[in-house]
């Protein structure tokens, strides 16, 4: 006997797939930043920024203090070695083209000073977090430009010491530094004094602007140096004074030991700030 079913067995109905809804539209790329055109400025900007520069290290001291104890370390640990070693004339190339590195130091005040001007709040961790955050930004492509000008004048400098003072002058020149003071060592000090204000003027026309061009706004690192120099050759008498307020600010900040730059660098730093906003004011609305 066979048996077969009654009724049918159902035939399954499909379940619909769920009504996919469409990806929205990325969003469109902004673009770079419009950088202004630059601004002329005078001699009056120059104390104006410093006092500015005073008074945000005065507002925020925590920070500058931070930020310059690096350079104060690694001043001090770079004289006890050359000390130990009995090389005391390694440190001048050093202390020389110490400003050409300086400007390091001064990413994290501008962000202080950047926020002390529009008023927003000074907390540790959202500082620190936007000095960081530059990793990804154009701040490491300008620091390898910083940092391959000061390794090409401690070559520069080391070469210009043993064509005028030759490979014997080595020797004896921690002993006997009166050498510098005569003959040959006078020439050369007025060589490398000659070069490495070339090497300063230069890396400072990059950065007096570019650098904190490229903290406050997206713009690829071209752009910032070009529009550095063009403020630059905008306000010459102006820049070349701020420059050399600057180099001495420093030199008198290292010479006691370092310890000076616990002040001077973050006043520098935050009045860097000020006199980038003075010579790139932002654009007027349009009405």
């Known amino acids: 006997m066979v048996v077969t079913d009654s009724d049918p067995k159902p035939i399954p109905t499909p379940i619909p797939e769920p009504e996919r809804q469409p990806l929205p539209d990325p969003l469109p790329d902004p673009g770079p930043d419009e950088i202004p055109l630059p601004a002329v400025i005078d001699l009056d ?76 709040p000074l907390i540790w961790r959202e500082v ?13 492509s300008m620091a390898m430009v910083i940092l391959l000008m000061f390794m090409f004048w401690v070559f520069v400098a080391h070469t210009i010491f043993a064509l005028f003072m030759g490979v014997s002058a080595l020797t004896n020149i921690t002993s006997s530094p009166e050498v510098l003071l005569q003959g040959r060592g006078l020439v050369m000090l007025a060589a490398g004094a000659a070069i ?24 690829d690192l071209i752009s910032a140096i070009i529009a550095s120099f063009q403020a630059v050759g905008a306000n010459l008498p102006v820049m070349l ?22 002040v001077v660098l973050p006043v520098l730093g935050h009045a860097s700030w000020h006199m980038y906003r003075l010579l790139m004011p932002d654009p007027e609305p349009g009405p």
């Open 45 to 120: 900007a120059i104390p104006a920024v410093l006092a500015a520069g005073w008074r945000d290290f005065r507002r925020a001291p925590a920070f500058g203090l931070l930020f310059a104890a690096f350079y104060v370390m690694g001043g001090l640990v770079l004289t006890a070695v050359a000390t130990a070693a009995g090389q005391e004339w390694w440190l001048m190339p050093f202390i020389v083209g110490f400003p050409l590195i300086a400007p390091f130091a001064a990413v994290g005040l501008y962000e202080v000073s950047r926020r002390i001007e529009s008023d927003r």
């Open 196 to 219: 490495g204000a070339g090497f300063a003027a230069l890396l400072f026309s990059i950065t007096v602007v570019g650098l904190p061009l490229i903290l406050d706004r997206e713009v």
């Open 128 to 140: 620190l977090a936007v000095v960081i955050a530059q990793k990804d930004r154009q701040v490491p």
């Open 241 to 262: 004074s701020w420059a050399m307020v600057i180099a001495t600010l420093l030199f008198a900040g290292i010479v006691p030991l370092f310890l000076g730059l616990f």
